[in-house]
């Protein structure tokens, strides 16, 4: 009987004491978004993502909430015509994701090259900026249609858990390699990934 009290006791009591309290801070179509508290399991996480579109920054985003084990990402994804930056920060304590993590700055060239798309023409190639020492192809699936891109990456991007956005009706997968071009030259169609890569890193930590 002392045993069965004890497995209870546990089974009650040490799962709240692996719950963290954190904030969680969604943006909507404004860009704006309230602190309010949530439960994580694991850590929680602050994000800084923006968005350029041919040089020219585009948008700036900022989202607090929970990130599991290998989803904090700080570096940035470049197809070319887009460049995405992230810049999170996880902790492990109590409402430890107050503070909003600064934009990454704009880096220049690093003598790296990969292939990237435009349009169905994906023997193009993109000049690698900063850390982006990993040429990468994506392979994303949306709503049934299975897309692909190509482009210049920082190594933290190499780990990202597609997992994580399934309930947004996203999954898919990234290869990363190191060394010019070697991610290969390819025919494929990118406008629609091209809108849908921001939304992808952006719902890492919902």
Not at 74 to 82: A, Y
């Amino acid at each position: 009987m002392r045993l069965q009290v004890t497995l209870l006791l546990v089974g009650v009591l040490f799962p709240k004491a692996l719950t963290l309290r954190c904030y969680e801070c969604i943006p909507g179509l404004s860009g704006q978004c309230t602190n309010t508290q949530t439960y994580c399991s694991y850590q929680c996480a602050s994000e800084t993502t923006v968005t350029y579109i041919g040089g020219v920054q585009s948008r700036e985003v900022h989202l607090k909430g929970c990130a599991e084990a290998g989803q904090c990402v700080t570096g940035s994804l470049n197809v070319g015509l887009m460049k995405t930056t992230v810049n999170s920060k996880c902790c492990s304590t109590d409402l430890c994701n107050s503070n909003k993590p600064p934009a990454l700055p704009q880096r220049s060239p690093n003598g790296k090259k990969c292939y990237a798309c435009a349009d169905d023409d994906c023997s193009r190639t993109v000049n690698c900026e900063g850390d982006e020492d990993q040429c990468v192809s994506a392979r994303v699936n949306v709503g049934g249609a299975q897309l692909k891109m190509k482009g210049c990456a920082s190594r933290s991007y190499c780990s990202v858990d597609f997992s994580s956005v399934k309930s947004t009706g996203i999954s898919g997968s990234m290869s990363c390699c190191e060394g010019n071009l070697c991610n290969g030259a390819e025919g494929v169609k990118l406008s629609l990934l091209i809108m849908l890569v921001p939304l992808i890193f952006s719902t890492l930590f919902i």
